[in-house]
């Protein structure tokens, strides 16, 4: 594809704290520079960003902070009407307002990117979505969703979306990579606290930490409420930045991945953290949901469980040679399927596909 000028509306770009979207961007970002497109990202300057940022200047792309609606307006039209592409991101402060403003002045595709796809759903169900309505979902060129599978014909069918597509997460192999380091534990999660995920953690970590108390475990990621217990053997650490999870990721024997309720019922919906553990060679211990096979085949390149008895049975009776094999199986298909080189070529594609479909159709 030829390069193309492409604006983008998210949530963060330069703060990881507390989100997921950050890691997304920047590894969007970066790729769709060496690819030779030009790319602005615009992010609202939120204080509790503005205080936790790991990456206040990112080195690709450009990137602007705005503080406010009028600040957007007045400054950054221009750009949204000399973009090929405006893509606005979920959770973005007055998304609704920020969709219809795009909509009145951009002359390219303008489309969605719903990192919290079955969240967004759940939300726009109960009337209480912020950043989405179903008026804009209609409207915008093109939907793109972490979430593939069923949800994508619901999108287009129930929400009359245009053109609904996967664009799954992503990782960077240059961040992500096995390290020869000692273990220091024997399970470790990473992830902010979610009233929903929380129930699962408690079976699939905090239980097997009681059972086996002879065991490492570790939780990584801010926001856990005081009224937590955490088993002795449980070490919490408060908050990592991007730049260090490929350590902490390697300095465990297991990894574990929770799904949030929303996403787990939806299916087809990774988390981040699986392809970044598994870049990283470390075997996963996951609960199930639909569609999981899609990107990784259990037994071989991922473990399931859904009791602590199971976890705490691999943690202890897997040989080392089949938790290593496992690890490496997994890194394969990550590195084969899942990296942000990948989603950029995929993403192009979708961006062909919207103007052969547009012609001289206007918004």
Known sequence: MSPRKLVILGLSITSSWGNGHATTYRALVRELVQRGHQVIFLERDMPWYRDTRDLPSPPYGRTHLYENLEELFDTYQGIIEDADLVI??????????????????????????????PVTLTALAQGRAEYISPDLIRRYDLYLSFTGGPTLQRLEHEFEAQRARALYCSVDPEAYYPQVVEASWD????????????PMLECLLNAPARAWFEGRFVVAGPSYPTTVQWPSNVE????????????????????????????????????????????????????????????????????????????????????????????????????????????????????????????????
């Open 88 to 117: 606005i991101g979920s959770y973005v402060p007055d998304g609704i307002k920020v969709g219809h403003w795009v909509l009145a002045h951009a002359r390219g595709i303008v489309a969605f990117y719903d990192i919290d796809t």
């Open 187 to 198: 399970l470790g999660y990473l992830g902010t606290y979610a009233p929903d995920r929380q």
């Open 236 to 363: 919490r650490i408060e908050h990592l930045p991007p730049s260090e999870h490929g350590s902490f990721y390697n300095r465990q024997r297991f990894t574990l991945n929770i799904t949030r309720a929303d996403m787990a019922q939806s299916g087809y919906a990774p988390s981040v953290r699986l392809f970044e553990a598994a870049a990283c060679g470390i075997p996963i211990i996951s609960d199930g949901w639909s569609g999981i096979d899609e990107f990784f085949h259990p037994g071989t390149e991922i473990l399931l469980a859904s009791s602590a008895k199971e976890v705490v049975s691999f943690l202890q009776t897997m040989p080392e040679e089949h938790r290593c094999a496992l690890g490496e199986q997994a890194r394969r298909r990550v590195l084969a399927d899942h990296t942000a080189a990948q989603r950029v070529k995929e993403l192009e594609s979708y961006i062909e596909e919207c103007f052969a479909g547009l012609g001289a159709e206007t918004h």
